[in-house]
């Protein structure tokens, strides 16, 4: 097939999904186009058939906002013409599945049909599709795609429980490239860290509030004083200035080390022995999978998807979102014994593997072909 695929191209996680997807999508004989304004984070090396196509915007002083969505619209209009596209899919609702909405009307009014698939990836619909200011529009175009998928069962119930949505919303999982995340011996690594053999806790995310990074320092600094410990915090974000302050009023500023963004996460996962998400909501958690991937537990809260992905007293522990007393408890009790540690290691590998790009990838293909088939125009 050829397929447009629209996406945020930063470090998130729908931008990484995105990208991974065309990317396995590619490997396996499609023709993909990536239709953005950056080239996706994850997007580095040629592919023969992958595609780019940048969308830029022109600036006037008349434009407070550039008019980004316009410009989207108008690119996707061209880029299916030319390409010849059998199907756009859109990732994360906002504004890609209106824009999108909008390129397939203009298509139709000269006679081609595209259909569009729209991948829900978690505050489309939480935190941000859920305010006023974007809902309207949301389940519009929500009831306009002519596929709509959702990345846990969570994110499904709370699309319906949000909106009023008359589609069905499939479910197809997040998933894992074991290729890229597995375990690797960096034991150099472990020594420059924690030279002394300390635990090791991890935290990768965008600092943004409603990942609640704070609490991974509180969780950090009850651990800290009762096992050697270090902590690794990678990413970037807003929050990453209050969080240097926390680091500095709680006295643990040798302890932790701010490593900003990381091209090759799955290094510093490979030398960590704990990963803690103790995020306010969360539709998947695509982060703690790719730690479990790399055999470390997890410690999270028990919002959204991630009960999913991360199974109580199995490959880590659920506590409820804010109770950093809890979570502390349980990485205290996962990391004081050896024994302990390397049963959860092998539960969370486990678990991730159910997760495998091999197993996900063929339900999107299966649902393009449903949808190119059924869809009605
Ligand atoms: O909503 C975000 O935090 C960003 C979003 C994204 O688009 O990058 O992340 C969401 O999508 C990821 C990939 O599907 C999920 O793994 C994350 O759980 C989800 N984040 C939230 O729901 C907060």
Excluded at 206 to 221: A, G, L, M, W, Y
Excluded at 253 to 269: W, Y
Aim: hydrophobic share 40%; charged share 25%; glycine share 6%.
């Amino acid at each position: 097939m050829k397929i447009g695929i629209v996406c945020y191209p930063t470090y998130g996680g729908s931008g990484v999904v995105a990208t991974e997807l065309g990317l396995g999508l590619a490997k396996r004989g499609h023709e993909v186009h990536f239709i953005t304004y950056k080239r996706p984070a994850r997007l580095t090396t040629f592919h023969a058939n992958v595609f780019y196509h940048e969308v830029t915007t022109e600036d006037y002083p008349l434009f407070e906002y550039t008019p980004y969505d316009t410009a989207l619209a108008s690119k996707l209009v061209d880029v299916v013409k030319f390409e010849n596209l059998d199907l756009l899919h859109v990732h994360y609702a906002i504004p890609h599945a209106a824009v999108a909405y909008m390129a397939k009307k203009i298509l139709l009014s000269e006679g081609r049909y595209v259909p569009v698939i729209t991948t829900l990836h978690g505050t489309d619909i939480t935190l941000v599709g859920n305010n006023n200011a974007f809902a309207p529009v949301v389940a519009f175009s929500i009831n306009k795609s002519d596929g709509v998928t959702a990345v846990s069962e969570s994110l499904k119930q709370q699309t319906y429980d949000y909106f009023d949505i008359h589609v069905d919303i499939r479910v197809i999982n997040n998933f894992i490239d074991f290729e890229r995340f597995r375990k690797v011996n960096k034991d150099h690594f472990k020594k420059a860290i924690a030279p002394n053999g300390e635990r090791i806790l991890v935290h990768v995310s965008n600092f943004r509030k409603v990942k609640r990074v704070e609490d991974v320092i509180r969780i950090f600094q009850k651990v800290y004083e009762r096992l050697p410990s270090k902590l690794l915090l990678i990413g970037d974000g807003p929050e990453r200035h209050n969080l240097e302050e926390l680091c500095r009023k709680l006295g643990l500023c040798h302890e932790t080390r701010f490593l900003g963004k990381q091209d090759a996460v799955e290094e510093l996962l490979a030398v960590s022995d704990l990963f803690i998400m103790p995020s306010q909501a969360e539709s998947f958690g695509l982060a703690a999978l790719e730690a479990m991937a790399c055999e470390v537990p997890v410690i999270s809260s028990n919002a959204g998807g991630l009960p999913e992905v991360n199974i109580q007293g199995k490959t880590g522990y659920l506590s409820e979102v804010g109770d950093v007393e809890g979570m502390a408890r349980n990485a205290i009790h996962i990391l004081e014994n050896d024994d302990v540690l390397r049963e959860f290691r092998k539960n969370a590998l486990e678990q991730a593997r159910r997760f495998d790009i091999d197993n996900i990838l063929p339900h999107y293909e299966a649902y393009y072909e449903e949808v190119v088939k059924t869809a009605v125009y």
